[in-house]
C-alpha cells in the first residue's frame, strides 16, 4: 500500500493586483508530498518560495487551484479551522526562530501546547529540549542562547504535539556552516524516528541535497523535480 500523502497541489496560481498590472507570483503548481518524505524547495530570491510556503501552511488563500493538507482541502476550511489543522498536524520553523523573549526555552517550547489545552506539556517539552541536547538550558531565556541554540529550541517547539508535517523556512539561513549542519542533522534525526514529513524551503545546497527530492522554483513555476539521494 503506498504511503499516504500529506500535501497535494493542484494548479495553484496567485497573483496579486497592483494599480496598473497584475503580478504573478506562482502558475500552476502541481506537487505531491508523501509521509515521511522529505522534500527541499530552492530557487533565487524573489522566486515565490515564501509564498508557497505560506500557502502551505494555510496562511493566505490561492487566487486558482486548490491545496490538500491531510486530504483536507483548504478552500474548504475557514480561518479557525485551518488554524487548528496547523495547531493539531503540522510544525513551523521559521529562520529568524521567533521565539518569546519573555520565556524561558522549556516555557516557549511547551506554549503551544498549553494553548492546545494539551497534557503533559511540560514533560514532554523537557524530553524534546534533552533530545535536541538542550537538556541544561531548560530555563534560560533566548537572549541567554547561541543561535545554534534557539534554533534548536524552535526545533523542539515545531515538534512538540508530534506534528505529521513539517514546514521550515531557510532553518540554516542564520546559522554559520558548523552548526547548520548539526541543525540539519538533528532534523533528519527527528524526521527518521517520528516519521514526519520535511519540507524544507532553503538556499543551502548541501541540506537540499539530504533531501530525497529537490524541487526548483524559478519564476513561479516548478522547473525541476528530481530524486537526489538518501539522508
Do not use: W
Not at 52 to 78: F, M, R, W
Not at 98 to 126: C, D
Not at 187 to 202: D, K, S
Amino acid at each position: 500500500m503506498s504511503e499516504p500523502s500529506m500535501i497535494v497541489v493542484k494548479d495553484l496560481t496567485q497573483y496579486v493586483s497592483l494599480e496598473n498590472e497584475t503580478l504573478t507570483i506562482l502558475q500552476g503548481i502541481n506537487l505531491e508530498v508523501k509521509a515521511a518524505e522529505t522534500v527541499a524547495l530552492i530557487g533565487r530570491s524573489g522566486s515565490g518560495k515564501s509564498t508557497l510556503l505560506g500557502l502551505l501552511a494555510g496562511l493566505d488563500q490561492p487566487t486558482q487551484g486548490d491545496i490538500e493538507l491531510l486530504g483536507l482541502s483548504l478552500k474548504t476550511l475557514d480561518e479557525e479551522a485551518r488554524a487548528r489543522l496547523r495547531a493539531e498536524q503540522i510544525g513551523f520553523i521559521f529562520q529568524s526562530f521567533h521565539l518569546l523573549p519573555s520565556l524561558s526555552a522549556l516555557e516557549n517550547v511547551m506554549l503551544p501546547a498549553e494553548i492546545r489545552g494539551q497534557p503533559q506539556a511540560r514533560a514532554q517539552a523537557t524530553a524534546l529540549l534533552a533530545e535536541v541536547g538542550l537538556a541544561h538550558r531548560l530555563h534560560h531565556h533566548p537572549a541567554q542562547l547561541s543561535g545554534g541554540e534557539q534554533q534548536r529550541v524552535a526545533i523542539a517547539r515545531a515538534f512538540m504535539g508530534r506534528p505529521r508535517l513539517l514546514l521550515a523556512d531557510e532553518p540554516t539561513g542564520n546559522l554559520d556552516r558548523q552548526t547548520g549542519e548539526r541543525i540539519a542533522e538533528l532534523l533528519f534525526r527527528l524526521n527518521r524516528e517520528h516519521g514526519t514529513a520535511l519540507f524544507i524551503v532553503t538556499h543551502d545546497e548541501q541540506l537540499a541535497a539530504r533531501c530525497q527530492r529537490r524541487l526548483h522554483l524559478d519564476g513561479g513555476q516548478l522547473s525541476m523535480n528530481e530524486p537526489v539521494g538518501s539522508q
